[in-house]
C-alpha cells in the first residue's frame, strides 16, 4: 500500500506541535556553536519563541481531532490538555532560567534546545496512541532531561542527580520496554485501543497471568517517571542535585506526561482488567502519599523537601488513578495543572532565595524572609497554602476533585487516609511558613536582592493561576472533563 | 448584592487594601482597619431588625453559581442562630482594633490586614448555606489566626500556631469527606436544598451512615469548640497569641464549632445525634468539670482563663446535646455570653499585661488601690462569667440547667458543680490580682484605664448588664430557630427503636421528652 506512506495533510497538522518543538530544538542546537560567548542567550530566546509557537500549534491541532499515522497517534481533549499543561510548563522554565544560567555560568548554551527536545518528548507522550511510539517519546523526554539534571558541570551535586537521574532512569526504561514486549507478544500489536478489544474479549484474551505481568513491568517503569513508591528514592537527591528550573520542570512538566501515559495505558489498553490493577495502585497510592509526606517532615533542605512533597502530590494523583473512571481521569488533569503551577512558582522562589551557586537552601535561609522581602514571601505562601490545600487556591480544588472522585468510587478507606494525610503534610509547609514569618532573619543575612524579572514573572503567573484555579476552576475543569470522557472512548 | 454580602465584602476590600497601604506608615493601616471594622458593625446592626421580626426564616439571602460543576453555589443568608454570632464577630473586630492599637508595634499592617481577613472568615462561616462554601470560610479563618499567633504572640508562639492549624485541619478533613460523600449522595452541597430532601423522605441516611457522617462532622466540631479530650490546643493557643488573637480565638473561632454543632450536625444526622448524645454529654461534663478544676490551679491569667472556657463550651455542648427548647436556647445564648465576658476576660487581662508585662498571678496584688476603675470593670467581668444573676451568663446557664433537668437530673446535678467551681476560681483569682499588698512594681506601672481602653470595653460590659437583664431582645429569634432545629432533629428518628435496651438512655428519652412538647 504505498499511498498509505504518505500521511495526509491533517496527519501532518495532529503533529504539528511536536514538529514544530523538535525544528526549534535542532535550530536552536545549530545556532549555539555560531553565537559569541556573551549573545548565548539568543538560543534561550529563540526557545522561548519556539514554545510559543508550538502552543499555537497545539491550538491549531486541536481542530482536528482523530487518529493519524495509521492510529499511531490520537489528538483528543486528553492529549491536548497535556500538550498545553508541558508546554506552559516549558515556557515558564524557560522564563525561570535565562537569569538563572546566566547567573551559574556554565560553559554553553544548550540548555534551551535540550528543554524544548525534552517538551517535544513529553508531547509526544501525551498523543501517543500507540507503546512505541509512546516509548520514543518517553526516552526523548529522558534523555534530554538527564542532561539537563547534570547540567552545572563543575557542581558535584548537579553531576550525582544527572547521573542518577540517567542510571535509575534507563533502568526504569528498561522495564516498560520489557512490558510493551510482552503484551506484544501476548496480543500481536502495540495498539493501546486494539489491546484493549482484545483483552475485553474472553474468548481471545491471553492469560490473565502475561496480561499482567505486562501491566506491571509497564507500571514500574512509569511509577519510575512519576517517582512513586517504592521506586521514589531517586526523586529526592536528583531534585535536589538538579539546577533549580530544571528541578521545577522535573517535577512537573515529564511527571505530567508520565502520568498522561498510565491514565492513557490504563484506562484504554488495560481497562478491562480495572479489578488486576486496583488493589495494586491503591496500596501504591497510599505508599507514595505517606512516604512522601513523613520523610518530608524532617528534611531542612528546601528543595529536599519539596521533592518529597512531589513524591506526596504524585500518591495523590494516584489515588486519582486508582478511581478508575472518567471523573478520576479528569481529576488527574486538574491536579496536575493546579500542581504544575503551584511546583513552579514554589520553585522559582527557591531560585530567587538560593542566589548564585546555590547555597542558601537550608530551611533558615528563610528566616525573616518576609521581613526582608514581603513580596516573595507574600507569593511563597500562596503556594504552600496550596500545596497545603487551603481553599481558594488551585491546590485544594484539585484535592477536592481527587478526592471526590475516589469517593464516588468507593475508595472510602484510601480518601480517609489520603486526607489524614494531607494534614500530616501541613506541618512540613507550616515549617517554612513559620521560618519565614515568625523567624526573625539570622544575623549576617545578606541584604535583599532584586528579583529578576523572569523570576518575578513566573512567580506572578504561577501565584495568579493558582489562585485562578482555586477561585474559578470551572474553565479548566470542563476542558478536563470533556478530556477525560474522550480518553474512554473505544 | 444585598447588605450581607456587602458586609462580607467590606472587610475582605479592608484587607486588601490594609495590604497595599505603605509600610511606614502604621497609623494609616489602624485607621482604615478601625474605619472599615467599624463601618461592618454598623451595617450588620441593620441585619437585626428583620431577621428579630422573624427568626426561623433564612433573610438577606443571597444564592448564586460559583461553579457549575460540580455545583457549587454562593448561598448565604441569616437566621436567627446567625445574626447574633455575626454581630458578635462585627462588633469584636473594632474591639480588637483598639485593644491591639499601641500593643502591636512591630509589623502593624500585615496584623491589621489578618484581622480583617479574619473576620470575613468567621462572618462567611456562619452566614455560608452551602456546605462547600462553609468549608471554604472555614478553612480560610485558619490562616489568618495562624499568622496572628505565630508572628505577634509570646515566647512559645510557633509551637502554639502550629499545634493550633495542625488540630483544626486534621479534623476539618474528616469533614471534607463527609461532605463531599453528601454531595455524591445526593448531588448538591446546598444546605436547605439537603434538609428539604431529608423531610421529604428523598434522602433516607442509614444508619451506619448516618453515624459516621455525623463522626465525620463531630469530630471536626468537637476540636474546634474544644470538647474535652480534644482541647489541649485551646490553652497553648490562648495563652500564646496576643490580646486581640485570644478575643477572637475565644469570643468568636470556638463558636464556629458549636455553631456546626447546632446547624450542620443535629438537623442533618438526627438519628446519629440522638444515639450519641448520651457519650457527648459526658464528655461535655468532664470538661465542665475539668476545665474548672485545671482552671484553679493556673498560676497564669491567660491560660485560667482559657481553661475556664473548656468548662464554659462544655455547657454550650450539654445545652445542645438535651435536645431540648430550653437547652438549645441557654446553649446559643451561652455562646453568645461566653464571647461577651471571655472576650471582656482576655481584653482586661490583656491590658493588665501591657502594663505589668506579666501574666503570673503572683507578679500581681492590689492592682484594686492602683487603678480602681480597672478593678471595677474586671469584677464586673468576673462576676459575669461566674454566672451571677442579672448578668449575662446566668441566663445562659440556668436555661441549660433547665434543659438537662428535663432529660435527666444527674447531668444537672454535675453541670451545677462546674458552676460552684467557677466562682471558686475566678473569685480566688480576683482576690488575688486585686487585693492584698500592691507590690512595688504594679504601683510603679499599673495605671488606669485609658479612654481608648474604655471604649473598647463599655460596650462589652454593658452588653453583660444588657444580655442578663432583657433577654427578650436577644431570645426570640433564637428560640425560633431553634424550635425548628429540634423538629429536624425528630426526622428520622424512629431508628432509635432499633437501639439495644443497654443503650436505651438519655437519648431516647430525649426523644419523649421532645414529643411530648
Known sequence: ?490 | MNLLDLILLLPAAGFLAVLLLPRRNPGAARGVALAVSLAVFVLSLALAAPVWKDGSTMQFVTDADWIESPAIRYHVGVDGLGIWLVLLATLLTPVCVLVSWRHIDRRVKEFYAFLLLLEVGLIGVFVALDLFLFYVFWEVSLVPMYFLIGIWGHERRIYAAVKFFLYTMAGSVLMLACIIYLYNRTGTFDYTSLLAMINAGDLILSRPEQLLLFLGFFIAFAIKVPLFPLHTWLPDAHVEAPTAGSIMLASVMLKMGTYGLVRFALPMFPTAAREFAWWIVILAIIGIIYGALVAMVQPNMKKLVAYSSVSHLGFVVLGIFTFTQAGLDGAVYQMLNHGISTGALFLLVGYLYERRHSLEIADFGGVATAAPNLSTVFMITMLASIGLPMLNNFVGEFLVLVGSAQVDFRWTVFAAIGVILSACYMLWLYQRVFFGETPEKVREKVYDLRPREWAAAIPLVALMVWMGTVTKTFLPPVSARNAEILRQTTVNAEFLVEAPPGARGAAAEAVEVADAR
Open chain 1, 1 to 490: 500500500m504505498p499511498a498509505d506512506f504518505i500521511p495526509s495533510t491533517q496527519d501532518l497538522l495532529r503533529l504539528l506541535p511536536e514538529a514544530v518543538l523538535v525544528a526549534a530544538g535542532t535550530i536552536g542546537l545549530v545556532l549555539e556553536p555560531l553565537l559569541r560567548d556573551s549573545r548565548k542567550r539568543v538560543t534561550g530566546v529563540f526557545s522561548l519563541a519556539g514554545l510559543i509557537v508550538a502552543l499555537w500549534a497545539v491550538v491549531v491541532s486541536r481542530a482536528y481531532p482523530g487518529t493519524a499515522f495509521r492510529n499511531m497517534i490520537v489528538v483528543d481533549g486528553f492529549a491536548t490538555f497535556f500538550r498545553t499543561l508541558v508546554i506552559a510548563v516549558g515556557i515558564l522554565t524557560v522564563i525561570l532560567s535565562l537569569h538563572y544560567i546566566q547567573r551559574e555560568r556554565p560553559e554553553s548554551g544548550e540548555f534551551y534546545p535540550l528543554l524544548v527536545f525534552s517538551v517535544a518528548g513529553q508531547c509526544l507522550m501525551a498523543v501517543g496512541n500507540e507503546l512505541i511510539v509512546i516509548f520514543i517519546g518517553l526516552e526523548i523526554s529522558s534523555i534530554a532531561s538527564y542532561i539537563l539534571a547534570g547540567y552545572l558541570r563543575d557542581d558535584p551535586r548537579s553531576n550525582e542527580s544527572g547521573l542518577k537521574y540517567f542510571l535509575l532512569g534507563s533502568f526504569a526504561t528498561a522495564f516498560f520496554l520489557y512490558g510493551v514486549a510482552w503484551i506484544y507478544g501476548a496480543t500481536g500489536t502495540t495498539n493501546l485501543r486494539e489491546i484493549g478489544d482484545i483483552i475485553a474479549k474472553p474468548e481471545i484474551r491471553p492469560p490473565l497471568v502475561i496480561v499482567g505481568t505486562s501491566a506491571a513491568l509497564m507500571l514500574v517503569g512509569l511509577a519510575f517517571k512519576v517517582a512513586a513508591a517504592p521506586f521514589q528514592i531517586w526523586a529526592a537527591d536528583v531534585y535536589q542535585g538538579a539546577p533549580a528550573p530544571v528541578t521545577a520542570f522535573l517535577a512537573a512538566g515529564p511527571k505530567a506526561a508520565a502520568f498522561a501515559v498510565m491514565v492513557r495505558i490504563l484506562m484504554v489498553a488495560f481497562d478491562p482488567i480495572g479489578a488486576a490493577w486496583e488493589p495494586l495502585l491503591w496500596i501504591v497510592a497510599l505508599a507514595t502519599m505517606t512516604i512522601g509526606n513523613f520523610a518530608a517532615l524532617v528534611q531542612d533542605n528546601i528543595k529536599r523537601l519539596l521533592a518529597y512533597s512531589s513524591i506526596a502530590h504524585a500518591g495523590y494523583v494516584l489515588v486519582a488513578v486508582t478511581a478508575h473512571s472518567d471523573a478520576g481521569s479528569a481529576a488527574v488533569m486538574f491536579y496536575l495543572a493546579a500542581y504544575a503551577f503551584m511546583n513552579v512558582g514554589a520553585f522559582a522562589v527557591v531560585t530567587h532565595v538560593a542566589r548564585a551557586g546555590e547555597r542558601r537552601l537550608s530551611l533558615s535561609d528563610f528566616a525573616g524572609l518576609a521581613r526582608r522581602e514581603p513580596a516573595v514571601a507574600g507569593l511563597f505562601t500562596i503556594f504552600l497554602l496550596s500545596l497545603i490545600g487551603i481553599p481558594l487556591t488551585g491546590g485544594f480544588f484539585g484535592k477536592f476533585y481527587i478526592f471526590k472522585a475516589a469517593l464516588e468510587s468507593r475508595l472510602y478507606l484510601l480518601t480517609i487516609l489520603g486526607l489524614l494525610n494531607s494534614a500530616v503534610a501541613a506541618y512540613y509547609y507550616l515549617r517554612v511558613l513559620v521560618a519565614m514569618y515568625f523567624h526573625e532573619p539570622a544575623a549576617g543575612t545578606v541584604e535583599a536582592m532584586p528579583v529578576t524579572p523572569g523570576v518575578s514573572f513566573v512567580l506572578w503567573f504561577s501565584a495568579g493561576a493558582t489562585l485562578l484555579l482555586g477561585i474559578f476552576p470551572t474553565l479548566v475543569l470542563q476542558f478536563a472533563d470533556q478530556g477525560a470522557s474522550l480518553a474512554l472512548v473505544r
